[in-house]
């Protein structure tokens, strides 16, 4: 059954916008097709279509179930801003995975580029993931300076710092010294393509955050994105 966000769920719905030319030009979707509309509280809200007109469609609702696809964990990433389509590519793969929130991050060596565009891209890349993988919202996308990440981190249960000189614990090892079943949020932090400059790990190091390492071999910055986030996410049991 097709999905389609909205803000709040009533009796009756409208859509409009982006959302209503999805269903009625691209899946020219009828009355009396149903169909799913999320607003990422949690909850599935299945929708009987009413009427179709040219701007807007009309729906009813038929009933609610919980969504299963959300995770007990709260992971926000913080990402900083890659080159290319690179961002999309990780966001996609990262809302599959079941992040919560997206910060993409200016840092020393991030490609500089037009943030809230970006942003607005990453956003609708999420979207359509979560409906893709049967979420019932999608994350949270944010825009950051490196100087506000000391401050934007406390309150993590856990905070994942994968770092390219980090020598003391691989990630693995690290994971396994947490106490999953208390964790409730979890903060992952992923440097550029050149990774993060030595005085912004000294940074982070410095508010008690531990740099891990990914092992022998360098990632590209997209493919540490959601790597990282998938090994989290399966060693506190999301995919048990």
Same mark, same amino acid.
């Given at each position: ?169 691989? /990630?693995?090892?690290?994971?396994? +010294?947490?106490?999953? =079943? @208390? #964790?409730?949020?979890? %903060?992952? *932090?992923?440097? $550029?393509? !050149? ?18 390492? /990914?092992?022998?071999?360098?990632? +590209?910055?997209?493919? =540490? @994105? #959601?790597?990282?986030? %998938?090994? *989290?996410?399966? $060693?506190? !049991?999301?995919?048990?």
């Amino acid at each position: 059954m097709k999905r389609f966000f909205i803000r709040q769920p009533t009796e009756t719905v409208v859509l409009d916008g982006n959302e209503h030319t999805h269903l009625s030009r691209v899946l020219r979707l009828k009355p009396r097709d149903e169909v799913i509309l999320c607003c990422g509280d949690g909850y599935d809200y299945r929708y009987r279509i009413e009427r179709v007109d040219k701007n807007s469609s009309v729906l009813t609702q038929l009933d609610r179930v919980r969504n299963l696809c959300e995770p007990r964990v709260h992971m926000t990433v913080f990402s900083a801003l890659m080159k290319g389509d690179k961002p999309e590519l990780a966001a996609q793969k990262l809302t599959e995975l079941g992040v919560n929130e997206i910060v993409l991050m200016t840092t020393k060596y991030a490609v500089p580029q037009n943030s809230m565009t970006r942003r607005e891209r990453v956003e609708r890349t999420c979207m359509e993931a979560a409906k893709q993988c049967g979420r019932a919202g999608y994350p949270k996308v944010d825009l950051a300076d490196f100087s506000e990440l000391p401050e934007r981190l406390r309150g993590f249960d856990a905070v994942i710092f994968p770092y390219e000189k980090a020598t003391e614990y691989s /990630l693995s090892a690290y994971l396994s +010294r947490l106490d999953g =079943a @208390n #964790i409730r949020t979890v %903060a992952v *932090v992923v440097g $550029a393509e !050149g990774g993060f400059a030595d005085e912004e790990a000294e940074t982070l190091i410095g508010t008690g955050v531990t740099p891990v390492t /990914l092992g022998k071999r360098i990632l +590209r910055a997209e493919t =540490a @994105n #959601i790597v990282v986030a %998938a090994l *989290v996410m399966n $060693a506190l !049991g999301e995919y048990a």
